[in-house]
């Protein structure tokens, strides 16, 4: 069992920023590929950005590339998400989650454990 608890959310301006964290527990950390998910009102949750077990490989949605990174600290079992230049779409619910797949993994199924999401709200 991994539980994953997000942090970092809040209300931005259009064009701010925020970094969100990911604390993970349970299971060794570095086992586990990792992503961020959001999930706006009346929307599908939806792929934004995936790192595999040793940071070294990452991938993101279009919609979100060269705006957001993702990285993780193993050492402090932490997964982060910077978001820079923000725009009113960004808003949702941001959650984390954890793979036991291999590589970077962007679909939603093959994710094993969530997190209780941490809200985004940018406003214009």
């Known amino acids: 069992q991994v539980q994953l608890v997000e942090s970092g959310g809040g209300l931005v301006q259009v064009g701010g920023s925020l970094r969100l964290s990911c604390a993970a527990s349970g299971r060794t950390f570095s086992d586990y590929a990792m992503g961020w998910f959001r999930q706006a009102p009346g929307k599908e949750r939806e792929f934004v950005a995936g790192?595999?077990?040793?940071?070294?490989?990452?991938y993101y949605a279009a919609s979100v590339k060269g705006r957001f990174t993702i990285s993780r600290d193993n050492a402090m079992n932490t997964v982060y998400l910077q978001m820079n230049s923000l725009k009113p779409e960004d808003t949702a619910i941001y959650y984390c989650?954890?793979?036991?797949?291999?590589?970077?993994?962007?679909?939603?199924?093959?994710?094993?454990?969530w997190g209780q999401g941490t809200q985004v709200t940018v406003s214009s």
């Open positions: 790192i595999s077990r040793s940071g070294t490989s990452t």
């Open positions: 989650a954890a793979s036991r797949s291999i590589g970077v993994v962007t679909a939603r199924n093959r994710y094993d454990y």
